[in-house]
T-cell receptor, first 111, second 118 residues
Framework: SQKIEQNSEALNIQEGKTATLTCNYTNYSPAYLQWYRQDPGRGPVFLLLIRENEKEKRKERLKVTFDTTLKQSLFHITASQPADSATYLCALGRDFNKFYFGSGTKLNVKP | GAVVSQHPSWVICKSGTSVKIECRSLDFQATTMFWYRQFPKQSLMLMATSNEGSKATYEQGVEKDKFLINHASLTLSTLTVTSAHPEDSSFYIC??????????????FGPGTRLTVL
């Protein structure tokens, strides 16, 4: 079965720096990869989607890369702010009928 | 973006009772909805796919007789946890792919329901 790995340790960075989160996967060939933000006790909120034929996607301060050879996606937040502190989840799927989630990485941005 | 609501937001019940959780798409129609379960500090685990007008599709290892799903309309799916036990205590979240006028590329999640079984 598919395995999706995100760094379980929290990522602590200083405000203004770039945060980089990693999502690695095995035993799967996704056509789509999504990144979500989840705050404690809340449902995830969609951030970005990238397709298998896309190398990079940007949205404001966010950037996602997708390397199907390495089976890895990187999620970057530039000029990070304390309000960016949350857990970030990656999700993989072959179509929009079903996505599988990683366990998430908690990001702490310190002022 | 589109809004998905869940009710109740939290529920406490006694062991052996059944609990129903509602998931509604407020400003779009959803022929498909998904139900997830999330334990503390763990990932969302897909439990089942709810299909309007047909039977739900359950993921491997999820008991369909314990977790009853009914997709009653294009805006409502319900999850009933039957004969709940303490190990069913979890955070249950539903989601729906965006329907018109929203992008189908995006999944919209409800705020979740915290279930505690005593």
């Amino acid at each position: 079965s598919q395995k999706i790995e995100q760094n379980s340790e929290a990522l602590n960075i200083q405000e203004g720096k770039t945060a980089t989160l990693t999502c690695n996967y095995t035993n799967y060939s996704p056509a789509y990869l999504q990144w979500y933000r989840q705050d404690p006790g809340r449902g995830p909120v969609f951030l970005l989607l990238i397709r298998e034929n896309e190398k990079e996607k940007r949205k404001e301060r966010l950037k996602v890369t997708f390397d199907t050879t390495l089976k890895q996606s990187l999620f970057h937040i530039t000029a990070s702010q304390p309000a960016d502190s949350a857990t970030y989840l990656c999700a993989l799927g072959r179509d929009f009928n079903k996505f599988y989630f990683g366990s998430g990485t908690k990001l702490n941005v310190k002022p | 973006g589109a809004v998905v609501s869940q009710h109740p937001s939290w529920v406490i019940c006694k062991s052996g009772t059944s609990v129903k959780i509602e998931c509604r798409s407020l400003d779009f129609q959803a022929t498909t909805m998904f139900w997830y379960r999330q334990f503390p500090k763990q990932s969302l685990m897909l439990m089942a796919t709810s299909n309007e007008g047909s039977k739900a599709t359950y993921e491997q290892g999820v008991e369909k007789d314990k977790f009853l799903i009914n997709h009653a309309s294009l805006t409502l799916s319900t999850l009933t946890v039957t004969s709940a036990h303490p190990e069913d205590s979890s955070f249950y979240i539903c989601s729906a792919p965006g329907g018109p006028p929203f992008s189908y590329n995006e999944q919209f999640f409800g705020p979740g329901t915290r279930l505690t079984v005593l």
